[in-house]
């Protein structure tokens, strides 16, 4: 592969959720180009079974597209935290249940193209009730879902259908 030359990088917007930053790339042809992304915010989401297989799922209002959409408990990690406290911590906050079985399915980069953040998979079992404690701004409803009559089009997010198919792979289900 040929090299490509960082040339200049500034920030153009930053909040307590996004930064925005613009980057001046030389590609191999010499030619120099503008890249605009957003900065790394690594996130968690966590596929939670249930007994029977039921799993725990959120509903909650997206401004982004509009809508109440049917996910995973999932969010943003805090500072230096590590992605598998940060799981446990987003199940616990969303859904009012801790994991004591906790597994890594996976990490991956949300949108390379735009967005330098991780996101990180977690399927959860054996799962002790707790209380919920959603954030000042945070407004879902918990929902518990057959695994074995969930389709995959009730979810509108990619982490949502990777965690439900990996979940239903596992309990070998469809």
Sequence with gaps: M???????????FKNAHITVYSKKLQLP????????????QDAVGVIAVLEKDNVLLVKQYRPAVGKITLEIPAGLLEKNEVPSEAANRELEEET?????????????????????GKFYLYYADSLIK?????????FL???????NKLELSSLADA???????????????G
């Design 29 to 40: 042809n010499n030619k120099v180009v503008e890249w605009t992304f957003t900065g790394r």
């Design 130 to 138: 707790t209380h919920q404690n959603l954030d000042e701004d945070e």
């Design 159 to 173: 982490k949502s259908i990777l965690a439900v198919e990996y979940a239903k792979k596992k309990r070998k289900i």
């Design 96 to 116: 009012g249940y801790r994991a004591e079985n906790l597994e890594k399915i996976c990490e991956y980069y949300m949108s390379p193209g735009i967005n330098s």
């Design 2 to 12: 040929e090299k490509f030359k960082e040339l200049e990088e500034k920030e153009l």
């Design 141 to 147: 409803e918990v929902e518990k879902v057959d695994l």
